[in-house]
């Protein structure tokens, strides 16, 4: 009989957790040997246990998954991670697989598929289902913003006017304007209503 994989899980919601270990530990082929609700235990977690496969949300508390992940893989670079959220912006998956993430799937995907991606995941391979890989596509072929356009798009979503921008930025209204304009253009949006929900769908500005 094949050695089971070594999962470890990292959920910062504790029904989601408790569901996911009971869920998986039912399956012959993996052994969950670790199950944590944050980043920061994450990372000591993952040291103590040296888990096959790693199971990583997004959005925690203490230390988000992206961060987390290029820590782990920082320390050992062999690790092999499968990202498990419900955020499906570009930027997000972008950012993850970017800091190491060997797939990136979303909660409310089939449990055969996530033991399919598990196992893949385990034997070396990448997993990045089709719907996500459109994202990522989009992604790669969108237009880069620049810090100061991130700036400025962050404070569009959170309401402020371009005077308040301005104040907050150390920069005029009129250059305000030009950073408004060319995001816009970039993001292939009208007004500014319409860019603080892309920013939002794809993850440019951080989830509050």
């Given at each position: 009989?094949?050695e089971r994989?070594?999962?470890?899980?990292?959920?910062?919601?504790?029904?989601?957790?408790?569901?996911?270990?009971?869920l998986?530990?039912a399956?012959?082929g993996?052994?969950?040997?670790?199950?944590?609700g944050?980043?920061?235990?994450?990372?000591?977690?993952?040291?103590?246990?040296?888990?096959?496969v790693t199971?990583?949300?997004?959005?925690?508390?203490k230390?988000?998954g992206?961060?987390?992940?290029?820590?782990?893989?920082?320390?050992?670079?062999?690790?092999?991670?499968?990202?498990?959220?419900?955020?499906d912006?570009?930027?997000d998956?972008?950012?993850?697989?970017?800091?190491?993430?060997?797939a990136?799937?979303l909660?409310?995907?089939p449990?055969e598929?996530?033991?399919?991606?598990?196992?893949?995941?385990?034997?070396?391979?990448?997993?990045?289902?089709?719907?996500?890989?459109?994202?990522?596509?989009?992604r790669?072929?969108?237009?880069?913003?620049?810090?100061?356009?991130?700036?400025?798009?962050e404070?569009?979503?959170?309401g402020?006017?371009?005077k308040?921008?301005?104040?907050?930025?150390?920069?005029?209204e009129a250059t305000?304007?030009?950073?408004?304009?060319?995001?816009?253009?970039?993001?292939?949006v009208?007004?500014?209503?319409?860019a603080?929900?892309?920013?939002?769908?794809?993850?440019?500005?951080?989830?509050?």
């Amino acid at each position: 009989m094949a050695e089971r994989i070594r999962l470890m899980l990292v959920e910062d919601h504790q029904v989601v957790r408790q569901g996911l270990v009971a869920l998986l530990s039912a399956d012959d082929g993996i052994e969950v040997v670790g199950a944590v609700g944050d980043g920061a235990s994450a990372a000591e977690m993952f040291r103590k246990q040296r888990p096959d496969v790693t199971l990583m949300d997004l959005q925690m508390p203490k230390q988000g998954g992206v961060e987390t992940i290029r820590q782990i893989r920082g320390e050992f670079p062999d690790a092999r991670l499968i990202v498990l959220t419900t955020y499906d912006g570009d930027e997000d998956i972008y950012r993850a697989l970017q800091a190491g993430a060997r797939a990136y799937l979303l909660k409310g995907m089939p449990l055969e598929e996530l033991v399919a991606t598990i196992k893949a995941v385990h034997g070396g391979k990448l997993h990045i289902p089709s719907s996500v890989a459109e994202k990522l596509a989009q992604r790669v072929s969108g237009q880069e913003l620049t810090a100061r356009e991130l700036s400025v798009l962050e404070r569009i979503v959170a309401g402020r006017a371009n005077k308040e921008i301005a104040a907050d930025l150390f920069i005029s209204e009129a250059t305000v304007k030009t950073h408004i304009n060319s995001l816009l253009g970039k993001l292939g949006v009208a007004d500014r209503t319409h860019a603080a929900t892309v920013a939002i769908q794809r993850g440019l500005v951080a989830h509050r």
